[in-house]
C-alpha cells in the first residue's frame, strides 16, 4: 500500500500557470524526442507530430514551436498511415527504437524533453476488454535510458499512465526519484470552457458529476480528468478514493434515481450538452429525468466515494461533448460548464482543443515545471481501473484502499482563455 505521507512527500509542483516561456535565441534550442504509436489523420499522434512540427494558432496569432522535433519513433505503420509522409515532409529524423530516439543514435541521452504518445494502433487487449496500449513499457524504456546516462529530462505521457495500478504508482515514483517532471493526463482541464469559468479554490465542495459522451477504458478518462480538475480544488484538496461502483443502463437509472444530488447534477449537466437528441421530444418537453432515461437507452455510469465524504459521478452516454456539474455545500450554488473538445466530424475538426495541451506541454520542458501535479493523473487512472474492474466482476463495488492519493491542485486557473 502506497501510504499518504509517501504521495504527499512525492509532491513538488508550481503553483501557478508558467509564464510564457520562449527559447531565447542566443541559446540552443530544446532538443524533443517524439514517440508514437501509430500516425494516421485525427490521431493523438497526428495531432502533435503536427503542433511540435509546425506549430498551432493561440491567442488569435500563430505560435511557432519553441523547440525542436531531434527525433521520431512510430511503433506501427498501418493502411491509413500518414506518418512516413509527415516524417518527409517535416524532414524529421527518424530511429528504429525508443533508446536509439532518446539518444539521437548515440550511447547517452541527447535529447531535453520526451513525449510518449500511446494512443491509437493495433495492440492486445485483455479479458476485461483493455486495449493493453505500451505507455508504460516505453516509460521504463524511456527511465532506462535516463538511469544510464545519470541525467533526465521533462517527460509528457498522453492520456492515463497505465491499465494496471502498480504500474501507475511505479511511473509516478520513478519521476520523483529521477527529479524529472512528469506531465501526463487529457487535453479537457486546459481546454476552453463555456462559460469561461472555475470552481472557486477552497470552496466546501460537496460532489461532481460529468456527462460526456464515450466508452469505457477511452473517453471514460476523459470525463474523470473533466470532473477530477474542478473536484481537487475544494476545501482540503485531494485525499484519494475509496471505492468505485460502475453501472450500466438499467442498474445504472435505479441507482442514480435514489440519489437525488447526484440527479439534480446529472440533469444540469446534460442541460450543458449540445448534443441533446430531439426524436424523443424535447425541446417541447421538459429536460428531465424520466426523458433522459428514455432518450439515453445505452448508457454506463461510475460512482466513486472520495475518502473525505466526497462524491464523484461521471455519465458515458450518446452525447458527443463533455459537461460538468458540481455542488457547493456551503451555498446550494451549481458550478457548472462545458469543456470544449468538439468530436471529428464536427465543424471544429481540426481538434484545436489540442493546442492548449500542446502549448503547456512545450512549457514544461522550457521551464522544467508543470502546470498541475502528475497525482491527478495517477488518480484518475486508478478511477479507471477500479471501474473496468467493476464492471468485469458484474458491476460490483470495488475498493480502492491503495489509492490513497493526497495532493493540491494549483490556485491558479489552468484552462485556456483567449
Request: proline share 5%.
Amino acid at each position: 500500500m502506497v501510504s499518504r505521507r509517501q504521495f504527499l512527500g512525492s509532491i513538488a509542483v508550481a503553483g501557478s500557470v508558467p509564464a510564457l516561456v520562449r527559447s531565447d535565441n542566443s541559446q540552443p534550442r530544446k532538443k524533443i524526442a517524439f514517440l508514437g504509436t501509430t500516425v494516421f489523420t485525427h490521431s493523438h499522434s497526428q495531432h502533435f507530430l503536427d503542433r511540435f512540427a509546425v506549430g498551432y494558432a493561440m491567442g488569435g496569432q500563430w505560435r511557432n514551436p519553441a523547440c525542436d522535433l531531434a527525433s521520431v519513433f512510430i511503433d506501427q505503420f498501418n493502411e491509413n498511415d500518414i506518418g512516413r509522409q509527415r516524417i518527409e515532409k517535416y524532414r524529421l529524423k527518424q530511429y528504429s527504437s525508443i533508446a536509439q530516439a532518446l539518444t539521437l543514435g548515440g550511447s547517452k541521452l541527447a535529447v531535453d524533453g520526451v513525449l510518449i504518445i500511446g494512443e491509437h494502433g493495433n495492440y492486445p487487449v485483455n479479458e476485461k476488454g483493455q486495449t493493453l496500449y505500451p505507455r508504460y513499457q516505453w516509460f521504463k524504456e524511456v527511465v532506462r535510458v535516463f538511469e544510464e546516462s545519470g541525467r533526465s529530462v521533462p517527460v509528457f505521457n498522453d492520456k492515463h499512465l497505465s491499465t494496471d495500478w502498480k504500474q501507475c504508482v511505479e511511473m509516478v515514483e520513478d519521476s520523483r526519484r529521477l527529479k524529472f517532471p512528469l506531465y501526463a493526463g487529457s487535453s479537457l482541464p486546459v481546454t476552453w470552457r463555456l462559460p469561461s469559468i472555475d470552481m472557486p479554490y477552497g470552496v466546501p465542495l460537496q460532489e461532481s458529476v460529468c456527462v460526456a459522451y464515450g466508452g469505457v477504458d477511452s473517453y471514460d478518462f476523459h470525463a474523470l480528468e473533466t470532473a477530477q480538475c474542478m473536484s481537487e480544488r475544494r476545501r482540503g484538496g485531494e485525499v484519494g478514493i475509496e471505492r468505485v461502483h460502475a453501472l450500466r443502463d438499467e442498474a445504472l437509472w435505479k441507482e442514480l434515481d435514489q440519489r437525488e444530488t447526484t440527479k439534480r447534477l446529472f440533469l444540469s449537466a446534460l442541460s450543458r450538452s449540445h448534443y441533446l437528441p430531439v426524436e424523443t421530444g424535447f425541446p417541447t418537453e421538459r429536460l428531465s429525468f424520466d426523458w433522459a432515461r428514455r432518450s439515453l437507452p445505452n448508457i454506463v455510469g461510475y460512482f466513486i466515494e472520495h475518502r473525505d465524504g466526497f462524491r464523484t459521478a461521471i455519465f458515458l452516454t450518446g452525447i458527443r461533448d463533455f459537461n460538468y456539474a458540481g455542488l457547493r455545500s456551503d451555498t446550494g450554488e451549481i458550478v457548472g460548464c462545458q469543456m470544449m473538445l468538439p468530436m471529428p466530424g464536427s465543424s471544429a475538426n481540426t481538434a484545436d482543443f489540442f493546442n492548449p495541451l500542446s502549448y503547456h506541454v512545450e512549457q514544461m520542458i522550457l521551464t522544467g515545471s508543470t502546470i498541475y501535479p502528475v497525482q491527478r493523473t495517477l488518480l484518475t487512472s486508478g478511477m479507471v481501473i477500479a471501474a473496468v474492474d467493476s464492471l468485469h466482476q458484474g458491476q460490483v463495488k470495488v475498493p480502492t484502499p491503495d489509492m490513497e492519493v493526497v495532493y493540491h491542485g494549483p490556485k491558479e486557473s489552468t484552462y485556456w482563455r483567449n
